[in-house]
C-alpha cells in the first residue's frame, strides 16, 4: 500500500505539474512567513516605541510641575500623591540604561538635562507593604506589579532630579508564528494556490503533448486550437506549421510512390505480352514468374501509397459484426479463420482501414502460420484485436523488424512460399490512419500473435 503512494508521489514530483506545485508552495510558505517576521518585529517595535512615549510623556509631565511649583511637587511625590510618579528610591543604580529613552529625553529637556533613564525591576521602586494594594485589595492578588523605571535629569534650574515613574505592566503580544494552526493555514493556502497556477500553467503544454501524442500515431491529426498567452500560441502555430509540412512531405512521397507503381504496370503488361511468345516453355515460365513478381511488388507498393493517404471518414461501427464478417468470408473462400470471442460494443475507426489491416494480418497468418483465430478484448478503456497463427513463430530479437518494408521473417522462405514482405508495413500503416498500433508477440504455447490496440 505504501509503496505505490511513494511511486505515484515520485512520479508526481517529477512531472512539470509536481515540480511547479513544490517551487510555489515552498515560495509562497517561506514568503508568508517572512512577511509574518517582518509584521511582528514591525509590531514589537511599535510596542516598545509607544511605552517609551509614555515614558517620556510621564517624564515631562512632572518636570513641567516641577518648575512651576518646586516645594509642593517634591512634597507631593515624597508623599506618592501623584499617581504614576514618586521620587525615585536612594541606591538604585541604572545597570542597563536605555540610549533610546535618554535620546528622547534629552530632545524634550534639551542637551543641558543630561538625562539618564531606564527600567528596573519592580521591587526596587516598590517594596511590599501593608500599603501595598495586593495585600489589601480583593481579586488582585499575584497581579504584575507595574513596570518601573528610573529617569534623572538637571532641570532648567541646576537641580538634579530623580523620578520613578510607573506604568501598568503590558505584556508583548505573542507571535502568531508560535502557533502552529497558523503555519498549517500558510502551508495549505500555499498549496491550494500552488496546484492551482501549476495546472494552468501546464494546461497548453498538456494539450501540446497530446496533439504530438496523436501525431506520433496519425499522420492526419486535428490541429490544435491556437489560443492562450502569446507564447503558448506561438509554440501552438508553429507545432501546427510542423504538422502541416509533416504531412504535405508525406503526400508527396505517397503520390510519387503511387505515381511510379502505376506507370510501371503499363510496361509490365507489354513485357507479359511478349513474354508469351517465347518459344522454351520452361524459360518462358521462370520469365513469367519473375513477372508476377515484379507485378506484386508494384501492386503492393501501390497499397502500401493508398495506405497512407488516411482520406476515409470516422464511423461507429459495431466490431463484433465487423470481425464476424470477416472470418465467415474467409471460410467461405476456404480459408482456415476462426472468430473466437468478441468484446461486444462499438468503436470509432476508420471502417475501410480496420477491414484492410485486419485482412492483411489474417492473409500473413495464414500464409505463414496455418490458419488464424480472430478474438477481441476491452482493457483499460482500449479494445485489443488479436489475430494469432499456429506457425514456428519469429526471433524475439526481430518482431520489430517485420514491420520494416521487403522484410520477411525465415518463415517465410521455405517452400517458396509468394510475398514481398510489405503487408505488415501497410497494416501498421493502416492502424496508424485510426490512431492505433500493431504489435508482435509470439504466444507462451507457440505462433503468433498479432495485436491491434485502439481507443475503445
Given at each position: 500500500m505504501i509503496i505505490p503512494v511513494v511511486a505515484r508521489a515520485r512520479n508526481f514530483f517529477r512531472s512539470l505539474v509536481g515540480r511547479i506545485f513544490l517551487l510555489l508552495t515552498v515560495g509562497m510558505t517561506v514568503a508568508a512567513v517572512l512577511a509574518l517576521l517582518v509584521a511582528e518585529q514591525a509590531r514589537h517595535l511599535d510596542f516598545e516605541r509607544w511605552r517609551?512615549?509614555?515614558?517620556?510623556?510621564?517624564?515631562?509631565?512632572?518636570?513641567?510641575?516641577?518648575?512651576?511649583?518646586?516645594?509642593?511637587?517634591?512634597?507631593?511625590?515624597?508623599?506618592?500623591?501623584?499617581?504614576?510618579?514618586?521620587?525615585?528610591?536612594?541606591?538604585?543604580?541604572?545597570?542597563?540604561?536605555?540610549?533610546?529613552?535618554?535620546q528622547a529625553l534629552e530632545s524634550r529637556f534639551g542637551p543641558h538635562s543630561n538625562p539618564e533613564a531606564g527600567q528596573v525591576p519592580s521591587g526596587l521602586c516598590f517594596a511590599a507593604s501593608k500599603a501595598d494594594p495586593n495585600n489589601r485589595a480583593a481579586g488582585l492578588i499575584d497581579t504584575p506589579r507595574p513596570d518601573c523605571w528610573i529617569v534623572r535629569f538637571t532641570d532648567e534650574t541646576g537641580e538634579r532630579r530623580s523620578l520613578a515613574l510607573y506604568l501598568p505592566h503590558l505584556v508583548k503580544p505573542p507571535s502568531n508564528l508560535a502557533k502552529p494552526i497558523y503555519l498549517l493555514l500558510i502551508l495549505l493556502s500555499s498549496a491550494?494556490?500552488?496546484?492551482?497556477?501549476?495546472?494552468?500553467?501546464?494546461?497548453?503544454?498538456?494539450?501540446?503533448?497530446?496533439?504530438?501524442?496523436?501525431?506520433?500515431?496519425?499522420?492526419?491529426?486535428e490541429e490544435i486550437p491556437e489560443r492562450g498567452p502569446e507564447e503558448v500560441r506561438a509554440a501552438l502555430s508553429t507545432f501546427n506549421l510542423m504538422q502541416r509540412r509533416v504531412r504535405a512531405g508525406f503526400a508527396e512521397r505517397t503520390q510519387l510512390l503511387a505515381a511510379i507503381s502505376h506507370d510501371l504496370q503499363t510496361p509490365l503488361t507489354r513485357l507479359r505480352l511478349r513474354l508469351e511468345l517465347v518459344e522454351n516453355e520452361e524459360l518462358r515460365a521462370r520469365l513469367l514468374q519473375d513477372h508476377?513478381?515484379?507485378?506484386?511488388?508494384?501492386?503492393?507498393?501501390?497499397?502500401?501509397?493508398?495506405?497512407?493517404?488516411?482520406?476515409?471518414?470516422?464511423?461507429?461501427?459495431?466490431?463484433?459484426?465487423?470481425?464476424?464478417?470477416?472470418?465467415?468470408?474467409?471460410?467461405?473462400?476456404?480459408?482456415?479463420?476462426?472468430?473466437?470471442?468478441?468484446?461486444?460494443?462499438?468503436?470509432?475507426?476508420?471502417?475501410?482501414?480496420?477491414?484492410?489491416?485486419?485482412?492483411?494480418?489474417?492473409?500473413?497468418?495464414?500464409?505463414?502460420?496455418?490458419?488464424?483465430?480472430?478474438?477481441?478484448?476491452?482493457?483499460?478503456?482500449?479494445?485489443?484485436?488479436?489475430?494469432?497463427?499456429?506457425?514456428?513463430?519469429?526471433?524475439?530479437?526481430?518482431?520489430?523488424?517485420?514491420?520494416?518494408?521487403?522484410?520477411?521473417?525465415?518463415?517465410?522462405?521455405?517452400?517458396?512460399?509468394?510475398?514481398?514482405?510489405?503487408?505488415?508495413?501497410?497494416?501498421?500503416?493502416?492502424?496508424?490512419?485510426?490512431?492505433?498500433?500493431?504489435?508482435?508477440?509470439?504466444?507462451?504455447?507457440?505462433?503468433?500473435?498479432?495485436?491491434?490496440?485502439?481507443?475503445?
Open positions: 517609551l512615549q509614555r515614558v517620556v510623556a510621564s517624564a515631562v509631565d512632572i518636570a513641567q510641575r516641577l518648575s512651576h511649583d518646586p516645594a509642593r511637587i517634591e512634597a507631593m511625590l515624597e508623599d506618592q500623591r501623584i499617581m504614576g510618579a514618586r521620587t525615585a528610591p536612594r541606591g538604585v543604580a541604572l545597570t542597563d540604561p536605555n540610549p533610546a529613552l535618554a491550494g494556490l500552488a496546484i492551482v497556477v501549476a495546472r494552468f500553467v501546464s494546461t497548453p503544454l498538456r494539450r501540446l503533448e497530446r496533439a504530438a501524442e496523436a501525431f506520433s500515431v496519425s499522420v492526419d491529426p508476377q513478381a515484379m507485378l506484386t511488388l508494384v501492386r503492393e507498393g501501390l497499397d502500401l501509397a493508398a495506405s497512407t493517404e488516411a482520406q476515409e471518414d470516422w464511423s461507429v461501427i459495431d466490431i463484433d459484426s465487423l470481425l464476424t464478417s470477416m472470418a465467415e468470408d474467409a471460410q467461405d473462400l476456404g480459408a482456415p479463420v476462426r472468430f473466437l470471442a468478441g468484446c461486444g460494443g462499438t468503436v470509432r475507426v476508420k471502417p475501410n482501414a480496420l477491414t484492410r489491416c485486419v485482412s492483411n494480418l489474417v492473409t500473413n497468418a495464414v500464409k505463414y502460420g496455418g490458419s488464424a483465430d480472430i478474438g477481441c478484448a476491452r482493457q483499460g478503456g482500449r479494445v485489443l484485436i488479436e489475430v494469432r497463427d499456429h506457425g514456428p513463430g519469429i526471433a524475439p530479437d526481430q518482431l520489430d523488424q517485420m514491420f520494416e518494408p521487403f522484410t520477411r521473417g525465415a518463415a517465410g522462405q521455405p517452400g517458396g512460399r509468394p510475398g514481398t514482405g510489405i503487408g505488415l508495413t501497410i497494416a501498421r500503416s493502416l492502424a496508424l490512419s485510426f490512431e492505433a498500433s500493431v504489435r508482435l508477440a509470439n504466444a507462451p504455447d507457440g505462433g503468433l500473435v498479432a495485436t491491434i490496440d485502439m481507443r475503445a
